[in-house]
């Protein structure tokens, strides 16, 4: 694409938008159009900016308040299918990336990504390109070969996905339901079926598994 790219910019830290428009004030093709702090201002800034005609990327953190990124992506891709959404976090490439993409991101960069990098990435998907590193690409690809033999966690859906990973850093069905604003019934329902298909019993076994599974998932990671 030519002229200069439209980025909307969110996380709902202030430091760490200003430190993101100070690395894209750098380059003269890059401008930041409108931020966002929570989810629910991202769609609205989206929306004020009439999608694609007023911006050309929206650079997005995973962990927003409100509506967290990936239920944010989804109805990014439901209401403006046209808009690329380069997604943004501190969680590794292992744990996020090839969900984020299969949710239809056009990418996923950590934020320890250089500003290069992080410039580079966002004009191309700009343009239409697809962000993938070779690890997500490694790991995209043993998915397609994997088929139905693929692991538990990849057949978690998003918010199953979401209980699984807080079960595993220790929260309790209460405290899983208050941050989510789920019931702890509705919780526990996710939880069984968590327990289901990734063939575990319990918490412990299920962190086991975890552990397992990122590290297996972890080789070869750049």
């Not at 993101?20 to 966002?36: I, N, Q, S, T, W």
Request: aromatic share 4%; net charge neutral; with cysteine.
């Amino acid at each position: 694409m030519t002229g200069v790219v439209r980025v909307l910019l969110c996380d709902d830290h202030r430091i760490v938008r200003e430190g993101l428009k100070m690395v894209l004030a750098d380059d003269p093709g890059l401008r930041v159009v409108a931020e966002a702090d929570t989810g629910p201002r991202v769609l609205e800034a989206v929306q004020a900016l009439q999608g694609p005609a007023g911006v050309d990327v929206v650079l997005l953190d995973i962990a927003m308040p409100g509506m967290d990124g990936l239920d944010v992506l989804q109805r990014l891709r439901r209401e403006w299918p046209g808009l690329p959404v380069l997604m943004l976090s501190t969680y590794p490439e292992k744990q996020y990336a090839v969900r984020c993409i299969r949710l239809g991101a056009s990418g996923y960069l950590n934020k320890s990504t250089d500003p290069d990098g992080l410039m580079a990435a966002l004009r191309h998907v700009a343009a239409g390109g697809m962000h993938v590193t070779p690890a997500v690409a490694e790991a995209l690809a043993s998915l397609v070969s994997q088929g139905r033999t693929k692991s538990g966690i990849e057949w978690l859906s998003h918010r199953e996905h979401q209980v699984f990973v807080l079960l595993t850093q220790g929260l309790t069905v209460s405290e899983i339901g208050a941050q989510l604003g789920l019931a702890p019934n509705t919780v526990s329902t996710y939880r069984a079926r968590i327990l289901e298909k990734t063939g575990t019993k319990n918490d412990v076994e299920l962190a086991l598994y975890a552990q397992s599974h990122a590290t297996g998932q972890g080789r070869g990671l750049a």
